[in-house]
């Protein structure tokens, strides 16, 4: 059964560098999105990504973040000066057309030091 | 602002009962909810799907139920073994077709 993956399973950064976290959808999805869950709190919705550009993005995803689709098959959240509080896990998902459900990656727990 | 809540936040059943997990919502306007399950650690699990037009989605052992116009869902576990053992999160699809998620519920089931 196709699986959306994601790499890597974890990272460790120090305060300040740049961090590119990877996810392959599911190979014939359209629609990609990138949720963070904080240890002990909510999954929260970070963007959303159609058609080679943003759909809708959230407050959380400020400048500091960016996605990109660099060929057919990954999809990255790029972090590009990490802070503490960027500590958590984050899940990549992919979805089809209409109302399909999303199908998430195993995530990427990130630790800022 | 939609807003999902998830009661209770912690149940713990002897191995066999029945449970019920639920879940409400503050906008009654979505487009469908779905139930997960996030085992320690690791990813997401979608357990049931149930459209905005529908009133439950059943699998195995799952039985989801959504009545909109409350704002509210329930997760029926039959016969509760220990590998169920997991949290349980309810997540509704807005407008913007964005999941908003609660907290989730932690289910221990006892053996």
């Known amino acids: 059964e196709p699986e959306v993956t994601q790499t890597p399973s974890h990272q460790v950064t120090q305060m300040g560098q740049e961090v590119i976290l990877r996810c392959v959808p599911i190979?014939?999805?359209?629609?990609f999105y990138w949720y963070r869950q904080i240890l002990g709190q909510k999954v929260e919705f970070l963007v959303s990504f159609y058609n080679n550009e943003i759909s809708e993005k959230s407050e959380i995803f400020d400048d500091q973040f960016s996605v990109e689709r660099p060929d057919g098959s990954n999809f990255t959240l790029k972090i590009r000066s990490t802070k503490l509080e960027d500590s958590a896990m984050y899940f990549c998902a992919s979805r089809s057309t209409g109302r399909e459900t999303q199908y998430f990656g195993p995530g990427t727990r990130l630790l800022v030091l | 602002k939609q807003e999902v809540t998830q009661i209770p936040a912690a149940l713990s059943v002897p191995e066999g009962e029945n449970l019920v997990l639920n879940c409400s919502f503050t906008?009654?306007?979505?487009?469908?909810l779905q139930w997960f399950r996030q085992d320690p650690g690791k990813g997401l699990t979608s357990l049931l799907l149930?459209?905005?037009s529908q009133r439950e989605q059943t699998s195995g052992r799952l039985n989801a139920s959504l009545d909109k116009s409350s704002g509210r869902s329930t997760l029926y576990i039959a016969a509760s073994q220990p590998g169920d053992s997991a949290t349980y999160l309810c997540a509704v699809v807005d407008s913007n077709y964005q999941l908003i998620w609660g907290a989730g519920t932690k289910l221990i089931i006892k053996p």
């Open positions: 190979s014939n999805h359209l629609y």
């Open positions: 149930i459209q905005s």
């Open positions: 906008d009654s306007a979505i487009y469908n």
